[in-house]
């Protein structure tokens, strides 16, 4: 069966600082793969998505980039953190002929 | 941006009792879904419907679609405690590949 991972859970970072978040999918090849922010109480923003290895596509301007260096890894990044940075994290795959999507289990941001 | 809004906010009800949510989209899709996410974790999908489908059941969940009036509603019957969750719709955009665009949600709370 297939399992999303993400990493850090929770993570407390200083304004400035640079960010590395993680997601690897396990049990499938060729995933759609996804990061989405939500903030508290709100819906899910869509930031980055990827339909292949090296292939990003941004959805909204901001301080954060996405890379995939391998085909089920999905990389989120800051070279420096905003305070409007924080939120919660979310990774999410499809599988390429499908609309579903399946989440990880979020990372919590905090930038002070 | 906000493709869908539910309706409403917030519902608190009893157990047994049935909870209905309803999202409204604006532009034209290929499929309509609702996910459920509890407090601090990442979302499950519950039920996908088609834009030529008006209604699909699956299990407790009865979800209707009306494209004329670009609506949906969740029905979740003989509610839980443990349906204590908030519920988002997300729509997939004609022309959109397997992107979604998910609504703002609904916290439901069941109270014993």
């Known amino acids: 069966s297939q399992t999303i991972h993400q990493w850090p859970a929770t993570l407390v970072q200083p304004v400035g600082s640079p960010l590395s978040l993680e997601c690897t999918v396990e049990?499938?090849?060729?995933?759609?793969l996804y990061w989405y922010r939500q903030a508290a109480g709100r819906g899910l923003q869509l930031l980055f998505y990827?339909?292949?290895?090296?292939?990003i596509s941004s959805e909204v301007p901001q301080n954060l980039s996405a890379s995939r260096p391998q085909d089920r890894q999905f990389i989120l990044s800051s070279k420096k953190l905003l305070l409007s940075d924080s939120g919660f994290y979310l990774c999410a795959w499809s599988p390429d002929s499908q609309e579903t999507q399946y989440f990880g289990p979020g990372t919590r941001l905090l930038v002070l | 941006s906000q493709q869908g809004e539910e309706d409403p906010q917030a519902l608190s009800i009893q157990e047994g009792e049935n909870a209905t949510m309803n999202c409204s989209y604006k532009t034209s899709i290929n499929n309509l879904q609702w996910y459920r996410q509890n407090s601090g974790r990442g979302l499950v999908h519950l039920i996908l419907i088609r834009s030529n489908e008006r209604e699909k059941h699956s299990g407790r969940l009865r979800v209707t679609l009306d494209t004329s009036k670009k609506s949906s509603s969740l029905l979740i019957t003989a509610s839980r405690a443990a349906d204590t969750a908030s519920y988002f719709c997300?729509?997939?955009?004609?022309?959109?590949?397997?992107?979604?665009?998910f609504g703002t949600g609904t916290q439901l709370k069941v109270e014993l």
């Open positions: 049990g499938t090849s060729n995933p759609n």
């Open positions: 997300a729509t997939g955009l004609e022309g959109g590949g397997n992107k979604l665009t």
């Open positions: 990827s339909v292949g290895i090296g292939q």
